[in-house]
């Protein structure tokens, strides 16, 4: 049991050490986004998609958790936010706030 829970600390501290290695990791997670929201969350007009762009962190959070959960009504968010962790949501979130 303590070997396990020793195991799972080193993954977390790995994982965590990963996010604050790459400065650039809120970026290229955000950049799997440009599909639908365009680039930087900058929707194209008339595309029918939210611009992400400059959005609150906090509101942009609360929706991908809302899909993460099944909570909000989607066609393919449900598949795509349960890909990431929570942690790597926040990079997300934050990265596309910043955005003007």
Do not use: W
């Amino acid at each position: 049991m303590k070997l396990l829970t020793v195991i799972a600390a080193a993954g977390l501290v790995a994982s965590t050490s990963a996010f604050a290695a790459d400065p650039h990791l809120a970026r290229n997670l955000a950049a799997t986004c440009a599909n639908c929201h365009g680039t930087n969350g900058h929707a194209v007009k008339g595309s029918g998609m939210d611009s992400l762009a400059g959005m609150e962190k906090a509101k942009t959070l609360q929706k991908l958790a809302d899909f993460k959960s099944g909570d909000k009504p989607a066609s393919i968010m449900h598949q795509i936010t349960k890909g990431y962790t929570d942690e790597q949501l926040d990079l997300i979130a934050g990265y596309f706030a910043a955005q003007k």
